[in-house]
Nanobody, 127 residues
Framework: QVQLVESGGGLVQAGGSLRLSCAAS????????MGWFRQAPGKEREFVAA????????AYADSVKGRFTISRDNAKNTVYLQMNSLEPEDTAVYYC????????????????????WGQGTQVTVSS
């Protein structure tokens, strides 16, 4: 089992930045592939970014590529999502997710591939 707690959400103007954090506890964090997803009202949860447990490999949704950066600090059991140049379309509840993975380079981009989820943190971008 692993518990995930997101933080760092809030209200920001378009063009601004936020940094989300996801703190993990429980099983060894360094063996979990991690991902960030988001869900806007009335929409399905969608992939945002993913990172392998080694940190060597990352992936991004096209809509955030070049603006968002995922990273992790295994010593702190934390994964981050740096969000720059935010747009009103980025408004959503952001969730982090974890999947136990033996392959240090693997990452996942589908909701159903993840076993553990945080409770989410609200990000609101005003125009």
């Amino acid at each position: 089992q692993v518990q995930l707690v997101e933080s760092g959400g809030g209200l920001v103007q378009a063009g601004g930045s936020l940094r989300l954090s996801c703190a993990a506890s429980g099983r060894t964090f360094s063996t979990f592939a991690m991902g960030w997803f988001r869900q806007a009202p009335g929409k399905e949860r969608e992939f945002v970014a993913a990172i392998s447990w080694s940190g060597a490999n990352t992936a991004y949704a096209d809509s955030v590529k070049g603006r968002f950066t995922i990273s992790r600090d295994n010593a702190k059991n934390t994964v981050y999502l740096q969000m720059n140049s935010l747009e009103p379309e980025d408004t959503a509840v952001y969730y982090c997710a974890a999947y136990y993975e033996r392959d240090s380079g693997a990452y996942y981009t589908k909701v159903y591939e993840y076993d553990y989820w945080g409770q989410g943190t609200q990000v609101t971008v005003s125009s």
